[in-house]
């Protein structure tokens, strides 16, 4: 089992930074890659960012490449992600993920957090 809790959402104005962390616990974090996903109000939940146990290899949705960045520090059992120049397209539910099943870009993790909201005003 694998427990996750998202924090450092909130409001933002459009062109802004946020960070939001992702705090795990349960299992060898450093054994488990982890994944972003975000989910609007009467969207499906869509891939935003992944990275390896090891952090060797990150992923990006077109959507948010070369404005976010992923990072983890295996030390803290904490995985980042650093949101620049916000949009307020990226206004949405922030979810943690760990432990893909079928790929990295794909909604299959095995465990979730509950949620943190991100904000972005125009």
């Known amino acids: 089992q694998v427990q996750l809790v998202e924090s450092g959402g909130g409001l933002v104005q459009a062109g802004g930074s946020l960070r939001v962390s992702c705090a795990a616990s349960?299992?060898?974090?450093?054994?488990?890659?982890m994944g972003w996903f975000r989910q609007a109000p009467g969207k499906e939940r869509e891939f935003v960012a992944a990275?390896?146990?090891?952090?060797?290899?990150?992923y990006y949705a077109d959507s948010v490449k070369g404005r976010f960045i992923i990072s983890r520090d295996n030390a803290k059992n904490t995985v980042y992600l650093q949101m620049n120049s916000l949009k307020p397209e990226d206004t949405a539910v922030y979810y943690c993920?760990?432990?893909?099943?079928?790929?990295?870009?794909?909604?299959?993790?095995?465990?979730w957090g509950q949620g943190t909201q991100v904000t972005v005003s125009s």
């Open positions: 990275i390896s146990d090891s952090a060797t290899y990150t």
């Open positions: 993920a760990a432990d893909p099943r079928r790929g990295m870009t794909k909604p299959s993790y095995a465990y």
């Open positions: 349960g299992r060898t974090f450093s054994n488990i890659a």
